[in-house]
């Protein structure tokens, strides 16, 4: 059988690299360009936040929303890397990383997602939740909560993965999340719920005979326009 030339064998090889580099820098921006949306989404909270509160709780709202981006991102690269099939023991601080398949871009993609679910919570303890009380909430979910339930859908072999070889738990198919949709809504929300249960209504809401008290948004303007944001950002949710 004949061989090729030592030029040509080099030249293919170069040709094949080539592609190569240009398939991860291709791959690499679609995924930040992604992450810059699902980011772009708490400007969305921001707005939708800010708007629906009164206007004295304003402040108070947007601080927890910059909480959870600027705290979340230390909290995330210091617990938010997966390891086994039930908790992350290992990367701790990215540590081992950038290797196969996981590359600082895909850090800050999961980054944004892990952002994106303690902002969804934040709304349902509006204007009855003291700051620290929130700093040390935001801590747990994004360090420890969200992590350990995102770990069991990020790869291969965690216990409720469609791909795991040794049996597939929830009727024989796993546990499909499509884009992380379903763990971050999960956990924001069911997180969100549980804790507008445990603090009750807030002060005003009802008056003294048990009437309900209507408690007015002060802008309808940031409301419409961070619900655009979101939609927005949805796109790179999804789409990412």
């Not at 398939?23 to 360009?33: E, I, K, R």
């Not at 992450?35 to 304003?58: C, D, E, P």
């Not at 995330?76 to 039930?86: A, C, H, I, T």
């Not at 069911?190 to 009802?206: H, M, N, Q, V, Y």
Request: overall charge positive; hydrophobic content about 45%; glycine content about 8%.
């Amino acid at each position: 059988m004949p061989s090729c030339p030592p030029s040509s064998a080099a030249a293919s090889t170069r040709i094949s690299n080539k592609f190569a580099d240009t398939t991860h820098a291709v791959d690499n921006t679609y995924l930040l360009f992604s992450t810059y949306l699902v980011f772009y989404m708490q400007l969305g909270f921001y707005m939708l936040y800010a708007g629906s509160v009164r206007a004295k709780n304003t402040m108070n709202i947007m601080l927890t929303n910059v909480l959870d981006a600027a705290a979340g991102s230390l909290r995330y690269y210091l617990f938010g890397s997966p390891s086994n099939g039930f908790v992350g023991l290992h990367f701790f601080g990215l540590k081992k990383i950038p290797s196969d398949p996981f590359d600082y871009s895909f850090f800050l993609y999961q980054w944004a997602f892990a952002i994106a679910a303690a902002g969804i919570t934040s709304r349902s303890i509006a204007e009855r939740t003291h700051f620290m009380a929130y700093l040390i909430y935001s801590t747990f979910l994004t360090g420890f909560v969200y992590t350990i339930t995102s770990q069991w859908f990020s790869s291969a072999d965690d216990w409720p993965s469609p791909l795991r070889p040794d049996g597939k738990l929830f009727f024989g198919s796993g546990a499909i999340d499509f884009a992380r949709s379903g763990v971050v809504h999960m956990v924001g929300e069911i997180d969100g719920l549980w804790k507008a249960f445990i603090e009750g209504p807030r002060i005003s809401r009802f008056d003294q005979a048990g009437r309900v008290v209507a408690l007015r948004s002060h802008s309808a303007s940031l409301v419409v326009l961070g619900s655009f944001m979101l939609w927005f950002g949805w796109y790179g949710f999804n789409l990412g």
